[in-house]
């Protein structure tokens, strides 16, 4: 033991074990200095090789957690490895969890509400450090109900008195993007179909914000609608030999997932930009429809602002639907709009048939389930029985409330 090492003071070789107040210590025995001081316990191994134990072995202070927040402690660690989140998220998603863990709310909970715990943990720390992350990627990774996961996370929320960010799109349009593989450092896509990755990011989220705008983004998911803007601004970049490239190809050719309402979300966008594309004087020639209208992308988003005052206008004027699949023909020259201002265009006709800029939820609503009710439910005959919690609903005057309750007396007797 003595040969293994050497003081650092003096050069000897010749160093002893020595006990000092029940610690064992590690000392030059030429000229006493102490190489290992307050080692409180070793194992056999920990002797051979002259180590130290570290402090939580020594006292056992992970002992103190039980082996369910221990589980879920590392459960925390393993989903911040998984996500490849920094350090300091790690440490602060175990304290969140630490301190969910304790309050009498989520002591007693299943098995599966612990495990979502896991994650809203880790989302409220994403958000709270503005890392784009999503509520539906968390529950993918945990397979874990949506509806379950809200309702616990907004009780995590409530419990631990937290104040959490809204979501950036811009950032998840970034972060999103980032793992496509169109652009020129990709080797298996076609070089007709690569695209620079700064223009198509900043065409994205133009796209993007145009959705947020007109209620497209409003209470759903962002990864579709992220998804389609994506697509269209991929189209809009360099039409020619892509707009013949349908949504689930452009996702192979992108290395990504195709999200199930993608689809609904791009039929949406094209809607709206067929609207704004027909107060474009030039597109109305053209004949602009869903399938050409990403070549005049860069002329709708110049004039976004304009083309949504003027395309969803509420009033008793509505276009002709002559353009793309539900546009409407602009003002002529002379006619007059709701401000009063004179717009070039078209004459309109007087009616209520062009529909508002309003929510998806509110231009088509979800028909509602109607109830079965059998023939023997209508029927009635009046010789139903009472509920005795009920009768008191029939008794009218002060006689048969007495002679209710004498009643009531003598059957306890």
């Known amino acids: 033991m003595s040969g293994q090492r050497k003081c650092p003071d003096c050069g000897s070789s010749e160093i002893v074990e020595d006990s000092h107040y029940a610690q064992n210590q590690l000392v030059c025995a030429d000229c006493g200095f102490i190489l290992t001081e307050g080692l409180l316990t070793t194992t056999y191994t920990d002797e051979e090789h002259l ?32 996500l490849h989140l920094p350090s300091l998220f790690e440490d602060t998603a175990v304290a969140y969890y630490q301190q969910a863990i304790k309050r009498p709310f989520f002591r007693l909970v299943s098995l599966e509400k612990k495990e979502i715990l896991v994650g809203c943990c880790v989302f409220v720390t994403c958000r709270q450090h503005n890392w784009p992350l999503t509520m539906g990627s968390i529950c993918l990774l945990l397979y874990a109900e949506k509806e379950l996961f809200a309702k616990t996370y907004l009780s995590f929320l409530k419990e631990l008195e937290l104040d959490v960010p809204a979501l950036s799109l811009i950032d998840l349009v970034k972060t999103h993007l980032g793992s496509f593989k169109l652009f020129p450092n990709s080797s298996s896509v076609p070089s007709k179909f690569v695209e620079d990755k700064e223009k198509l990011v900043a065409r994205t989220i133009q796209v993007v914000e145009l959705a947020s705008e007109t209620w497209l983004v409003t209470g759903r998911h962002p990864i579709p609608i992220v998804t389609a803007a994506a697509y269209l601004a991929w189209q809009s970049l360099c039409p020619a030999g892509r707009l013949t490239c349908t949504l689930s190809q452009f996702c192979k050719l992108a290395g990504t997932d195709l999200p199930p309402p993608a689809p609904q979300r791009l039929k949406e966008l094209h809607n709206i930009l067929l609207r704004m594309a027909s107060e474009l004087s030039w597109l109305r020639v053209l004949k602009v429809n869903k399938k050409s209208v990403a070549k005049h992308m860069a002329d709708i988003l110049q004039h976004r602002r304009l083309l949504l005052q003027t395309a969803f206008r509420t009033g008793d004027f509505v276009g002709d639907d002559s353009v793309g699949d539900s546009a409407a023909a602009p003002l002529q020259p002379g006619d007059r709009d709701t401000e009063g201002t004179s717009l070039p265009g078209e004459k309109r006709k007087c009616s209520s048939e062009r529909p508002p800029l309003l929510p998806p939820c509110l231009l088509n609503p979800r028909k509602k389930l109607r109830a079965t009710v059998s023939c023997s439910e209508l029927s009635v005959t009046g010789d139903e029985p009472i509920l005795d919690s009920e009768i008191e609903q029939y008794l009218r005057t002060p006689e048969e409330k007495e002679t209710f309750s004498k009643a009531q007396a003598c059957l306890r007797c």
């Open 51 to 82: 180590q130290a134990v570290t402090y939580s072995r020594s006292t056992g202070q992970n002992e103190q957690l039980s082996r369910c927040v221990l589980r879920g402690i590392g459960r925390v660690r393993d989903l911040c490895k998984v």
